[in-house]
């Protein structure tokens, strides 16, 4: 009975060093990152921006100055790891946003810098130039 004993302390500390293992070396291997983050960042960000702008989403939130709705809709249409920070101007250059559109910052390594040109479908077609600036 005594060496019954032993055996099964012996199989559960080999067990419990079978499982530190792989989980140690599990740890170290590197995780998939997304595909878009294979792009450069400002193909990422163009392509962001075309997405919007396709059905008009980027014109009505730019011309209705709804810049939290914009914060949100470029935090769904920008992979995961991207910061991203946004400025509008108009058509003499000047800021249209006076709120801050970011994600919380640039961060990351590159920091790439997309320009758009943007004319919004109304009355007078307003134009706004669009700086889309990505980290990561």
């Known amino acids: ?3 019954r004993g032993a055996v099964h302390t012996i199989d559960a500390l080999l067990a419990a060093a079978i499982m530190t293992t792989a989980l140690l070396y599990a740890s170290q291997i590197p995780r998939e990152r997304e595909i878009a983050m294979d792009l450069p960042l400002d193909a990422v960000g163009l ?3 075309v997405a919007l702008d396709v059905n008009g989403t980027l ?9 939290d709705d914009l914060e949100r809709a470029l935090r ?11 400025t509008m101007y108009d058509e ?10 970011s994600n919380g910052g640039l961060h990351g390594r590159t920091v790439e810098s997309v320009e ?3 004319a919004v479908e109304e009355g007078t077609c307003p134009l ?5 600036q990505l980290g990561g």
Do not use: C, H, K, T
């Open 76 to 86: 769904v249409a920008l992979p995961l790891g991207a910061s991203f920070n946004v």
């Open 92 to 101: 003499q250059g000047a800021p249209v946003n006076g709120d801050v559109i």
């Open 59 to 67: 014109g009505r939130l730019v011309n209705s100055q709804s810049w």
């Open 1 to 3: 009975m005594n060496r």
């Open 47 to 49: 392509q962001a921006l």
């Open 128 to 132: 706004y130039r669009v700086r889309l």
């Open 116 to 118: 758009y040109l943007l």
